[in-house]
C-alpha cells in the first residue's frame, strides 16, 4: 500500500519567500506529525494533530510557521518569510492513532538562500 | 543536559562483529521507547520498539534499564547493510510535544 507522501522533494527558496509543503498520510492514519531535521541531528517535533485537531504546536520555532490539516487527511506546512535557519528536512509521519508506530515520509529538503 | 542522549559515534567495526550502543533519556515519565533507523538522506523507519521485559528480533536485541534511565541496542553478527545511523525515540503520551528523538548513533560496518 502506499506509504507517506511529501510535496515537493525539494525546495530552493529566497530568503523572505513563502513556501508550503504539503504531506499525504497513510489513507485511515488519525495522527499526523511534522518534525524539523538539521543535518546532523535526529528529528524534532514540530507539531502533532488528530485528524483535524492541531493538539500540540509547542514545537513550532515561531509564528512564522504555521501548519494545518482542514479535512482530517493532508497537511500542509507554510512557512513565512524564510530565513536561512529554516533550511533543514521537514518530515511528516502518520500512526493509526498517536500512541503507536509512526511512519515517516521522504521529507522536504528545504534550502534558504 | 539533553532530554535524550546518544554517542554520536561513528562505531566502526568489521562484518561479524556484535555492536552495542545506549541511549539515556532524563524524564522519568518516560513511557515508551523505540529504535528508528535512518540511512543516509533517507526517512527514518522503525527498528524496533523497545519492551521492559527486552525484546529480540533476530540479530537484534534490545533492552529498557527504567532505573538507570537508558535504552541499549544490541547488534550480533554485523551486516555490511546494518551501516545506518541509529535513532532512539523516547516518548511520554502526557503530552504529544515529548517525542523525543535522539541525534543518532552512526554505525559503519566494514568488510
Known amino acids: 500500500g502506499a506509504g507517506v507522501s511529501q510535496s515537493p522533494r525539494y525546495k530552493v527558496a529566497k530568503r523572505g519567500q513563502d513556501v508550503a509543503l504539503r504531506c499525504d498520510p497513510i489513507s485511515g492514519h488519525v495522527s499526523l506529525f511534522w518534525y524539523q531535521q538539521a543535518l546532523g541531528q535526529g528529528p524534532e517535533f514540530l507539531t502533532y494533530?488528530?485528524?483535524?485537531?492541531?493538539?500540540?504546536k509547542s514545537g513550532l520555532p515561531s509564528d512564522r510557521f504555521f501548519a494545518e490539516r482542514p479535512e482530517g487527511s493532508v497537511s500542509t506546512l507554510k512557512i513565512q518569510r524564510t530565513q536561512q535557519e529554516d533550511s533543514a528536512v521537514y518530515l511528516c509521519?502518520?500512526?493509526?492513532?498517536?500512541?503507536?508506530?509512526?511512519?515517516f515520509g521522504p521529507g522536504t529538503r528545504l534550502l534558504v538562500l | 543536559r539533553k532530554e535524550v542522549e546518544q554517542d554520536p559515534g561513528p562505531f566502526n567495526v568489521p562484518e561479524g562483529a556484535t555492536v552495542a550502543f545506549n541511549c539515556t533519556y532524563s524524564n522519568s515519565a518516560s513511557q515508551s521507547f523505540f529504535w528508528y533507523r535512518q540511512d543516509c538522506r533517507k526517512e527514518p523507519k522503525l527498528l524496533m520498539s523497545?519492551?521492559?521485559s527486552g525484546n529480540e528480533d533476530g540479530r537484534f536485541t534490545a533492552q529498557l534499564n527504567r532505573a538507570s534511565q537508558y535504552i541499549s541496542l544490541l547488534i550480533r553478527d554485523s551486516k555490511l547493510s546494518d551501516s545506518a545511523t541509529y535513532l532512539c525515540v523516547v516518548t511520554s503520551y502526557s503530552s504529544a510535544s515529548k517525542i523525543i528523538f535522539g541525534s543518532g548513533t552512526r554505525l559503519s560496518i566494514r568488510p
Open positions: 494533530f488528530q485528524n483535524e485537531a492541531q493538539l500540540d
Open positions: 523497545v519492551y521492559s
Open positions: 509521519a502518520s500512526s493509526p492513532s498517536g500512541e503507536e508506530t509512526q511512519y
